[in-house]
């Protein structure tokens, strides 16, 4: 019968593999927060207007390079949580299957349909094309066609969607998942943190615009929760080496 060191000696070949994927996703994880910090500073240099379709695209019209490089480190970045949902669930499904599984889907599928979607939290691409169309605009029929239509994709922006309360479940079961017994890949702050992450984050996407308050709290622990992450798939990637 199989004693503690085979097991053991299991678990770290089927890691050995996956050295690769728990390094890349480490540092994307990291370079997710990096890069939504950037867009945090661009957006607080010149801020978009969040109601008015007309003001919205004289804004664009005259910060369009800036408006397009803030959508882009908005929108593009959410490739990066599938990797690192991806690598836990590999590096935790060697001890458990189903709750690691069951995270994977909730927290990395959110992520994945957002780059579908053309809105982000502050803004939309699709705005731009408008903004062009505004501007160019012969008549003031024309003018108002264009800001309504505006209005309906900023109507959309500041509408909570579920993926958000399905992508802090999904942090939240990955980090019960990271706390049953004999789980030695991760550190054992990180499933607390992820717990307390995850259901901040399932209240703070719910109430968004009721308790704005516990978004903010909810943004800061998500941050401080990709860079933890990030560093525990870089170390296991090493030790996996």
Not at 136 to 158: C, K, P, S, V
Request: hydrophobic share 55%; proline share 6%; charged share 10%.
């Amino acid at each position: 019968m199989p004693g503690p060191s085979s097991a053991a000696t299991g678990h770290a070949g089927h890691r050995q593999g996956w050295k690769l994927l728990f390094l890349v996703a480490g540092a994307s994880s990291i370079l997710f927060v990096f890069l939504l910090i950037t867009a945090l500073v661009i957006d607080f240099m010149a801020p978009p207007p969040v109601h008015g379709g007309a003001a919205t695209l004289e804004f664009i019209a005259s910060n369009k390079a800036s408006y397009v490089a803030e959508q882009i480190l908005w929108i593009l970045p959410n490739i990066f949580p599938v990797l690192v949902f991806a690598a836990l669930y590999v590096a935790l499904s060697a001890y458990r299957k189903s709750l690691p599984l069951i995270a994977l889907v909730f927290g990395a599928l959110p992520w994945a349909l957002l780059l579908a979607v053309p809105v982000s939290s502050r803004g939309s691409l699709n705005l731009v094309y408008l903004s062009d169309r505004f501007v160019a605009a012969g008549t003031e029929e024309e003018r108002r066609a264009y800001a309504t239509a505006a209005e309906a994709i900023i109507a959309e922006n500041n509408t909570p969607a579920i993926v958000g309360v399905l992508s802090a479940l999904g942090i939240l079961l990955m980090g019960l998942a990271m706390l049953t017994p004999g789980k030695a890949s991760f550190p054992r702050y990180l499933a607390w943190l992820g717990i307390a992450t995850g259901a901040l984050g399932v209240a703070s996407e719910v109430l968004r615009h009721a308790v704005p308050g516990f978004y903010w709290g909810y943004g800061i622990l998500l941050w401080a929760w990709f860079i933890a992450t990030g560093v525990a798939l870089i170390r296991l990637s090493r030790v996996t080496a």
